[in-house]
């Protein structure tokens, strides 16, 4: 199975600051990679897929960058709404593996 | 606008079965690769099973292999899980995904159901 780790668990920044998760995986994925956002009691939803294209409707502010083992999820300008957990899924192959999430909140 | 509403939740004895549902409507289930992914109380992701968009594929995580069947009903245009054999680990919150195609790389949820919480417990 292809393992997904995430760095930092927890991440606290002001309002504009600009916020880097990043995720690796246990063996190259290529660009195989999708970012999703998820807030509390509700289901995750999609920001990022293939290490960087933006799903429609996500703010310009996010963007993922990477290919092969290390990949970035950027936040240019981070907003009060961005307060949430971000998880990293390699969808290269099954089993379809999430790292262990990055959880983002306000100073 | 695609929509995903799920039932069948709900608190079970360990060894107990549960079918749970989920409803789609503005798409077709069997144009679209369709998941199972839970999350334990506090925890990460985990996806549990794959079902592909011709219905001929499953697949599903080792830690449920054996104890639980993807399956759906073009009719209704349901997608279901039915679990067994359940055990006080398999509490969670679980969610039905639609894959956004149906290529093999395309192993990516683009839209989720509210998700139905299980809970094993005596």
């Known amino acids: 199975d292809i393992q997904m780790t995430q760095s930092p668990s927890t991440l606290s920044a002001s309002v504009g600051d600009r916020v880097t998760i990043t995720c690796r995986a246990s063996q190259s994925i290529s660009g195989w990679l999708a970012w999703y956002q998820q807030k509390p009691g509700k289901a995750p939803t999609l920001l990022i897929s293939t290490a960087s294209s933006l799903e429609s409707g996500v703010p310009s502010r996010f963007s993922g960058s990477g290919s092969g083992t290390e990949f970035t999820l950027t936040i240019s300008s981070l907003q009060p709404d961005d307060c949430a957990t971000y998880y990293c899924q390699q969808h290269r192959d099954s089993p379809w593996t999430f790292g262990q999430g990055t959880k983002v909140d306000m100073k | 606008q695609v929509q995903l509403v799920q039932s069948g939740g709900g608190v079970v004895q360990p060894g107990g079965s549960l079918r749970l549902s989920c409803v789609a409507s503005g798409f077709t289930l069997s144009k679209y690769g369709m998941d199972w992914v839970r999350q334990a109380p506090g925890k990460g992701l985990e996806w549990v099973a794959f079902?592909?968009?011709?219905?001929?594929?499953?697949y599903y995580a080792a830690s449920v292999q054996g104890r639980v069947t993807i399956s759906r009903d073009n009719v209704n245009n349901t997608l279901f899980l039915q679990m067994s054999s359940l055990r006080p680990e398999d509490t969670a919150t679980y969610f039905c995904?639609?894959?956004?195609?149906?290529?093999?790389?395309?192993?990516?949820?683009?839209?989720w159901g509210q998700g139905t919480l299980v809970s094993v417990s005596s």
């Open positions: 995904a639609k894959r956004k195609g149906n290529t093999p790389m395309v192993a990516y949820f683009d839209s």
């Open positions: 079902l592909r968009y011709d219905g001929t594929t499953k």
